[in-house]
């Protein structure tokens, strides 16, 4: 195969037919969705003026979406997203009204709780049905790997700007204004997205399996366990960040120093895509996992916030080719019939590694300084490192070879 130049890889990708049409469509939702559960924190807690009610009523969201995706994502497998994607935006749109109807009534916190819950549930995931037709598109081709890279690009575009655009819309204007503008971002992308037939993966087939069962063997499972340990990894790390600026007495340095990371990540996304690589993607997904926790080591010592800025840099490194190439494994290892389920419940390990590592953390931190929090970290990007290893086992040679020629 001749060498692929990076502006080619992106832009043959796109050429795809109808491929920038449906990526386009969906920027919207990626924005809507990354702003909703903070949108539900400044929507509650502005009702409530209680940071622990907001907590619990976020909780429930987080953990309904973390279950519940996968749910959602196998009835479009079964179904189409044609068919299935309008009801569950409307399903979604409907218990987001519900939530602030009954957040501005003051209403008890088993309501508040229960009404979250619903709109985690009835999340679509659309970065996973994106996944899907790109791999619909291009399977066997390539060119998959690129744009399994735009997708990271512009998940990790939507998580700068959506937390933003909800905190100055929720503080400038009102909550509520927030977290029904986020709600129609979604519901926009995700009606654009469903109008696109043509690229949708077909419905499965009488007599054709959908079953979650099918993922129920060990190549998937440990990547799914990957991707919780790097969510415990974030989750620990947006604890620590937080808690080391506010100990500083600078608590506005957080965001700032958070960002670095994700910014740093966007640039080594965008490199890794445009790229072919000889190395076999097992060995590539234990180098990551390997350079991530390595490059977490020196937060351990640094203090200053300029070297604290310069050591959150270096694990940036790591993410978005990790979530680059666990999309390409994943997507050799599974069934076509069951697609959307397995990159949602990639989804949903990472959002539940972020809940359990910002809890765990924030009791470390507690007890002790920002900077046990920050071994937290280390410890998740290790445990990572591990399944990373138990994959490339698990794998064996399995045609992933993306080499320049």
């Not at 503008?181 to 690229?199: D, H």
């Not at 410890?379 to 070879?401: D, H, I, N």
């Amino acid at each position: 195969m001749p060498a692929l130049t990076g502006r080619l890889s992106y832009a043959q990708a796109l050429q795809t037919p109808g491929a920038w049409k449906f990526y386009l469509a969906a920027a919207p939702a990626r924005i809507g969705i990354a702003m909703t559960g903070l949108g539900i924190v400044w929507l509650v807690h502005g009702s409530t003026n209680s940071y622990a009610v907001a907590g619990a009523v976020t909780g429930g969201f987080a953990v309904a979406e973390a279950v519940g995706g996968p749910q959602v994502a196998r009835l479009i497998d079964r179904f189409g997203q044609p068919r299935t994607l309008p009801i569950i935006l409307l399903t979604h749109a409907l218990t987001i009204g519900l939530l602030v109807s009954l957040t501005v009534s003051q209403s008890p916190l088993w309501a508040l709780v229960a009404a979250g819950v619903l709109a985690g549930a009835s999340l679509p995931q659309l970065g996973a049905q994106t996944s899907a037709r790109w791999s619909y598109a291009l399977r066997g081709s390539p060119l998959l790997s690129s744009a399994f890279a735009l997708e990271a690009l512009s998940i990790g575009v939507a998580f700068l700007v959506g937390p933003a655009l909800i905190g100055l819309i929720s503080s400038l204007w009102s909550p509520v204004a927030g977290s029904l503008i986020a709600t129609g971002l979604v519901l926009a992308g995700g009606f654009a997205l469903a109008a696109q037939r043509r690229t949708a993966p077909p419905p499965v087939q009488r007599g054709q399996q959908v079953s979650s069962s099918l993922l129920l063997h060990k190549r998937f499972l440990v990547l799914v366990a990957a991707s919780i340990g790097v969510g415990l990894f974030f989750g620990s790390m947006q604890v620590s960040v937080t808690a080391y600026a506010v100990e500083r007495g600078t608590p506005a340095l957080a965001g700032p120093l958070y960002s670095i990371t994700s910014l740093v990540s966007l640039f080594a996304g965008v490199v890794y895509g445009a790229k072919r690589w000889r190395m076999a993607a097992e060995n590539q997904f234990v180098l990551l996992l390997t350079v991530l926790t390595v490059t977490t080591l020196p937060l351990l010592v640094v203090n200053a916030p300029w070297a604290v800025g310069i050591a959150l840099a270096l694990p940036g490194l790591a993410v978005a080719p990790y979530q680059t190439l666990s999309a390409v494994m994943t997507e050799s290892s599974v069934e076509p019939t069951v697609l959307t389920q397995a990159f949602t419940w990639l989804n949903s390990g990472s959002a539940a590694g972020i809940a359990l590592g910002a809890a765990f953390a924030g009791r470390v931190v507690d007890a002790n300084s920002p900077h046990a929090g920050f071994a937290v970290a280390l410890v998740a990007s290790f445990l990572a490192a591990l399944m990373a290893l138990t994959v490339r086992r698990s794998l064996g040679p399995v045609g992933l070879q993306l080499h320049d020629s």
